[in-house]
């Protein structure tokens, strides 16, 4: 990806205060990417805050098994027909929309608020802290993460059973949301701390600091914004990543039976892909554009943030 590494246009003279806002409206006034991109992000919110209000039928609703069978062709009953189990394959699309919102933006939070704290605090204070806290990072960016996140949740689904966590409402997709946040924040952390090295030796934060501004001051008001264009690019392509593995880990048979995922629509139906594909075609291709919108959004900010590698 263009220029992810410089937050700053490098038009900008050494030392002077980078522009801090207008970095999504210069995304959509001058990258064709970006704009595809954020169309693609919005269609699927829209989806997922209005999608459930415009179908008849509840996710997990069997009556069309009574009315039209399992597998049935569409009709004007069932725009996309029905899957394997006599689910209206629509309305699972529609519901599973916020279920993917929910995980990536959800391990999103997790990660970036960890990544930031950690690599700003390494970024900032260098030394033997910025070694430790760095070192810290390059353990979880080698560990196999996926295998990891099954693990803990086919164990924790086991220890809860027969416990008052076995009732509790989405208990293994909050889990999935929790681990692929805490295994994913190295990455934002790692490019935080980068950011923050790089801006702290800029004219204007010296300037700052002459002027008596703590610590603190100059790394909310100062590095911290200005760091963010480069910050906010790897959030966007984390989001679609996240998205994306909660989708791989229900598709394995690891997600949360009470959710309505499209990872779990390709689980279910992936047997039946002969006798009727649209029960599987449908949420993967729902997968498709809700990533490839987040990573074009992503590509896109990245062009705004830095026009010049842009041209180059």
Request: glycine residues 12%; proline residues 5%.
């Amino acid at each position: 990806m263009t220029g992810m590494n410089d937050s700053i246009d490098p038009i900008t003279p050494a030392g002077e205060r980078p522009a801090r806002f207008g970095l999504f409206g210069r995304c959509l006034r001058t990258s064709m990417t970006g704009r595809v991109g954020f169309g693609l992000v919005m269609f699927v919110v829209i989806v997922a805050i209005f999608g459930p209000l415009l179908t008849p039928y509840a996710p997990k609703d069997q009556s069309a098994m009574y009315a039209v069978g399992a597998n049935a062709r569409p009709s004007a009953e069932h725009w996309l027909g029905t899957d394997r189990l006599g689910y209206d394959i629509l309305t699972q699309l529609l519901y599973g929309a916020r279920t993917a919102l929910i995980v990536g933006l959800g391990a999103v939070l997790i990660s970036g608020c960890a990544g930031i704290l950690i690599g700003g605090i390494a970024g900032y204070r260098g030394g033997w802290t910025d070694e430790v806290l760095m070192r810290f990072a390059e353990f979880f960016l080698v560990v196999p993460i996926f295998i990891i996140i099954l693990a803990v949740v086919r164990v924790l689904s086991k220890a809860v059973t027969g416990t008052a966590f076995e009732t509790m409402p989405y208990f293994n997709l909050t889990v999935i949301i929790l681990m692929i946040g805490l295994f994913g924040w190295a990455p934002i952390a790692r490019m935080t701390r980068g950011e923050f090295l790089r801006i702290k030796t800029l004219e204007f934060v010296q300037a700052a600091r002459c002027g008596g501004q703590s610590g603190r001051q100059i790394v909310l008001s100062e590095i911290l914004p200005n760091a963010f264009p480069s910050i906010v690019v790897l959030i966007a392509l984390e989001i679609g990543g996240a998205i994306l593995a909660e989708a791989m880990i229900s598709f394995l048979g690891f997600g949360d039976p009470n959710a309505v995922s499209w990872g779990q629509m390709l689980y279910f139906n992936y047997q039946s892909l002969k006798i009727w594909p649209m029960a599987s075609l449908a949420p993967g291709f729902m997968i498709f554009i809700t990533v490839l919108g987040f990573n074009l959004l992503a590509d896109g900010l990245s062009d705004a943030a830095n026009p010049r590698a842009k041209r180059r």
